[in-house]
């Protein structure tokens, strides 16, 4: 693909089979992360933005907790939510953003977004901690938006994983100009695969997605899976609801279905870099 230009008409005709055909000629096969929703926890304004903020407690051990502030939060403040969030959930990997980036074990950044150009957001790092980035993308995001957003992304430190994200979640209520196609959003995930650094995953999101896509998107790149997470909550507003709920049994079954190898998510003193 970087070779020439023939994946971009590949991209504007909507042929995301042959993309994912390129994809596979030139990258090696991954192993999938995963992240079930039972394993995750909403704190703060977070909490609002998703459905698993309602769910009962389950016996599952938690092992990603997501705490954003909640408006006008203080530093102190939020601190101390991260805090509250350790001690009831240590082995989980805390992730968010906000007056406290430092107490974070993962920080979340806006990307920015692809449209018919790139329009960055993220600048340099707020810490030192590895960074999930969530780049949104409109229905006529373009193959040069992609690339300009790759070559921002690779200039990030500590960028672990991108997670791009259509401008309206799910697909319950077509919103024109923000809901993409299933053909847009997997091509998506092929180019950002193809373009990102090699030790960076590309994550598709089944609560911004759909669970169906998601597992698509497996074939056409993915090698992370997750639903809600630091980059839905940094990207949507709190009003936006998560397009489906996959626990770990479900998300086991559909990567093998799709002929990967599925790998679980990692406890936070596994995963330092």
């Known amino acids: 693909m970087t070779k020439d230009d023939n994946w971009k008409e590949l991209f504007r005709n909507h042929r995301h089979l042959l993309l994912a055909l390129k994809l596979r000629a030139d990258q090696p096969a991954r192993i999938i992360r995963c992240l079930g929703d039972e394993q995750v926890v909403l704190m703060g304004s977070a909490a609002g ?37 350790r001690s009831e959930y240590p082995k989980a990997e805390i992730s968010g953003y906000g007056p406290a980036p430092s107490e974070f074990d993962t920080v979340g950044v806006l990307l920015g977004l692809a449209g018919s150009e790139f329009i960055a957001e993220a600048g340099e790092a707020t810490s030192s901690k590895p960074v999930i980035a969530a780049l949104q993308y409109s229905p006529d995001v373009s193959p040069e938006a992609l690339e300009s957003a790759c070559q921002a992304a690779a200039q990030i430190p ?39 650094p090699a030790e960076v995953r590309v994550r598709a999101s089944w609560a911004a997605l759909g669970w169906k896509v998601a597992q698509m998107a497996l074939i056409h790149g993915a090698d992370e899976l997750a639903g809600w997470s630091v980059a839905e909550s940094v990207a949507y507003s709190t009003r936006v609801r998560a397009a489906a709920r996959v626990e770990t049994d479900e998300v086991k079954c559909g990567v093998e279905e799709a002929g990967k190898v599925w790998a679980p998510w990692l406890a936070v003193e596994e995963v330092a870099r």
């Open 49 to 85: 933005g998703a459905r698993q903020s309602k769910r009962k407690a389950t016996e599952h051990e938690i092992l990603s907790a997501v705490v954003t502030p909640e408006t006008k939060m203080s530093s102190e403040e939020l601190t101390a939510l991260i805090k509250e969030a």
């Open 158 to 196: 500590g960028l672990r994983s991108v997670v791009p994200l259509p401008l309206a979640a799910g697909d319950r209520i077509p919103l024109e100009g923000a809901t993409t196609s299933g053909p847009t959003d997997v091509m998506v995930v092929s180019v950002l695969r193809h373009f990102l």
